[in-house]
């Protein structure tokens, strides 16, 4: 046997390289080439922010399971929006916790219920910014899941009922996007309709269409106190192994007349994200979620990892899925960030 030492000591470089071999790194070599060539880009315009707002005045609260982020009264979430509109940020999110909850979850749908109170206010003072009313019941319930109950079971078509009501307080109180998020059957079409017949033909739906039942929505639900009482929600939500099944529940979104369909967590579902893209030509969000946020977070405070570098890397991977906008509790570090490059 020959010695392999010996053999290879007699080639030269060039014996060894393919003649006319296409080099990647040409394109890599400048900070200038390497802006010229990027395929993707986070941009301030396409994140939306979430709130928190409970009843009361003067009160900012931080939300222990997420770093940077609070339960605030409406007085102090004005003096936010303030600031996160001067970033360049054109979307807010809001979420409500009532002061008090029933079997039934009236108070997201009552015309003082804290939701319509703060939009009300928000659009008073910030007609511009985008406010997109998450439309849920688990905040307002006392049982915390996000359709009525009955036998220990999560209703759909009653629910139903309810959710369209509360699309229509918020259009009235002045929401630019409705955006459901309890997963029940056939919501897209009948806010839809409710909408159209209350007036609000002009009103988009963004729909949280596949909905996976994740375990990263834990820091949420301690900031919304939202956690179900009894049982999951996996009797609406999705099983986080099933593509084919989000796409289906992608089509069925659309067909009920979703403007914007919404892809929920993110990180985890990159896949869905990127199918949904050749499916579809609608507008994509996609849910940076609780979770995802706070174990960034995490991680960032212990020094294990670099924070900025990690949240554009993750959520310019979401956008390079094909992702057109994407909530996330980062936004205001990102617009801070992305000013400075
Ligand atoms: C309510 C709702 C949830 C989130 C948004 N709307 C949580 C849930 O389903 O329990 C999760 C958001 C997050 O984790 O950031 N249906
Ligand atoms: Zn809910």
Redesign the pocket.
Known sequence: MSDPTATIEKLSLNDLIPEGAHRMRRLRATPQLRDMVRETHLRTDKLIY?FFIIEGKKEKKPISSMPGIYQQTIDEVLKEVEAVQKQGIKSILL?GIPDSKDSEGSGAWHKDGIIQKAMREIKKHFPDIVVVA?L?L??YTDHGH?GLIADGKVLNDPTLQIIARTAVAQAEAGADIIAP??MMDLRVAVIRKALDASGFHHIPIMS?AA?FASG??G???VA?Q??PQFGD?KSY?MDPANGREALREIEQDIAEGADIVMV??ALSYLDIIAKTRQITDLPIAA?N???E?SMVKAAAQNGWIDERRVVLETLTGVVRAGADMIIT?HARDIANWLKEE
């Open positions: 979430p979420f998450d849920c688990c905040e996000c998020s309890d949280y909905k990263l929505y820091p949420f639900r919304a939202s956690a929600r939500q929920k967590p849910y979620v609780s979770g946020y509790y």
